[in-house]
């Protein structure tokens, strides 16, 4: 934004503002969304997710007791409140017009991280089943033990969750010096660091000629595509430049300043 000023307190002249903008808001929750979800919807990192455990009752039928039913109530909101406690972020779901088959399915649409099973046999056995949204695995936990074990499993599946979307993001990246190894890892939806003089007019012709038209010969999926541009100049840089290091792009006679991330819009 332009023209943002304030009047300075000590002064009282009219200053610019200092701004910066890093697209940390929507941007961000979409790569969130598009890295970890599946074909069941949301996959929420424990550390991000607002509930990370959500307690679902169970084994309530129509022969059930008022008092089985508040026994089972109230043992549920026991384990919500021993789980905060225990520093996890717990809510239970207490609605009696849902079956539990329906709730564990819109609590895996939100992609929450963990549900608790709780029913009257659990109740006997002092015993919770703990489901992770992760990868479906099953586990049953002592009901003693519940906050410490579920801290640690919140704690495995954001570890597991981070390494995965890391070896992902890596197999797709590529580290390149010449513009034809440039434009062929283009075409595999690559990102690419590569040498860079930062120069805007160069980084213009980058991306005019790593465009791909409908009748490009040379493209093995036909239609249109965006050509690169660069992304960010990585702070910690993958490797140092050398006296024979030249600008990514062929036309270019300028000396790289910088290994930088190029892309593709798409």
Known sequence: MF???????????????????????TRT?????????????LVLPPRVADVQAIVVPCGITASSTPEERKAL??????????????GIRAEGDY????????K???????????????????????EVVAVRRVNGDKRTIKREAVATELSALLEQTHTEMFEKATKERDARLSLVNKWED?????????????????????EDRIKG???????????????????AKSLCIPFKQPRDLTKEDRCIHPACNNKP???TLFGRSY
């Not at 991280?113 to 056995?125: A, F, H, N, Q, T």
């Not at 440039?182 to 007019?201: R, S, T, W, Y």
């Open 3 to 25: 023209e943002i000023v304030y009047d300075d307190p000590d002064t009282q002249e009219k200053k610019y503002v200092y701004q910066n903008s890093w697209g940390i808001t």
């Open 29 to 41: 929750i979409g790569v969130m969304i598009l890295v970890h979800g599946d074909d069941r919807g």
């Open 95 to 102: 609605r009696d017009n849902y079956s539990p088959g329906w």
């Open 73 to 86: 109530m109230d043992s549920c909101k026991q384990l919500v409140d021993d789980l905060v406690k225990g």
């Open 104 to 126: 564990f399915n819109h609590w895996e649409l939100k992609g929450v991280p963990i549900r608790v099973e709780l029913g009257p046999k659990d109740m006997s056995r002092a």
């Open 209 to 227: 000629d790593s465009a791909k038209t409908d009748d490009d010969p040379t493209a093995e999926v036909k239609g249109p595509a965006m050509g």
């Open 257 to 259: 300043k910088f290994i």
């Open 182 to 202: 440039f434009v062929a890892a283009l075409e595999q939806k690559h990102i690419l660091l590569a040498p860079f003089c930062g120069d805007i007019p160069c």
